[in-house]
C-alpha cells in the first residue's frame, strides 16, 4: 500500500549499530567482528561462507583450498553412491531394501549439502562441484571403466532426477 512514497503499517527498525549503541554508553558494543555479506551472483575469491559460518575463513588460502577439496570429494561420492552395485541378487528383501534406503538417503543427502555449497555462489565452489560430479560420473558411471559382465544387472539406486 504505496501511498504517497509512503508504506503505512510498515515501520523499519534502525540500523544494527543505532539500536546497539544508542549513544549513551549504554548499549552493546561488537568488537573486532567481521560481518561478510552473503553474494547472490557468482564471484571469485577465497573470502566466503561455505556451508557454516566462519568456514573456511577469511583471508585462508589453505582453508579455501581445503573446502574446494571437501565439496570435490562430496560430488565425487555422489556419483559413487549413484552407480553403486553392492547389492547381491540372491539378497533378502528386507534388508537389501534397508540398504537401498540408507544408500538413497546417504545419495540425496550429500548431493543437496553439495547443492548448498554452490548456493555460496563461490565461483571455485561451482567449478569443484561440476569437475566432482564429472571425475565421479567417469569412473562410477561411464563405459570407460565398465565390465561387460554387468550388462543385465541394474543399478543399486535409481538415477539422480530433477525436481524442477
Known sequence: MNN???MHGMAMAPPPSAAM???TGGGMMMKNHRHMMMHMTFFWGKNTEILFSNWPGYDNLGMYVMALFV???MAVLVEFLSHSNYIKEN???VSAGLIQTTLYGLRVGLAYVVMLAVMSFNGGV???AIFGHMLGFL???SRVFKKSSNE???MDLPPMSCSC
Do not use: E, P, R
Request: hydrophobic fraction near 45%; proline fraction near 0%.
Open 152 to 154: 543385465g544387472k541394474t
Open 91 to 93: 539378497a533378502d528383501h
Open 71 to 73: 565439496v570435490f570429494f
Open 21 to 23: 549503541n544508542n549513544g
Open 4 to 6: 504517497g512514497g509512503h
Open 126 to 128: 561451482f567449478l569443484v
Open 139 to 141: 569412473v562410477f558411471g
